[in-house]
């Protein structure tokens, strides 16, 4: 889940963001209460998206074979 942060805490303590973000924590930046940017770790979206190609790989390999009746 997005945690919401105004763009002064993300100024005051990017240094904590970045260590959250690299957790796998995601934030949505605010400014005068609405949304203008999100900060996501880069690195673990493109492992999580790697890692569920190969479960979604798995899972079709494992899938019973069917006659098309042909």
Known sequence: MDR?????Q????FGDV?????????FVVTSAGE?????????K????QQ???LELLD???ALPTRDSGE
């Open 4 to 8: 919401p942060i105004t763009s002064t």
């Open 10 to 13: 993300a100024s005051d303590h």
């Open 18 to 26: 970045l260590r959250d973000v690299e957790n796998g924590d995601t």
């Open 35 to 43: 949304p203008v940017a999100k900060i996501i770790p880069v690195f």
């Open 45 to 48: 979206s493109r492992k999580q």
């Open 51 to 53: 890692h569920g190609m």
């Open 59 to 61: 899972y079709l390999e």
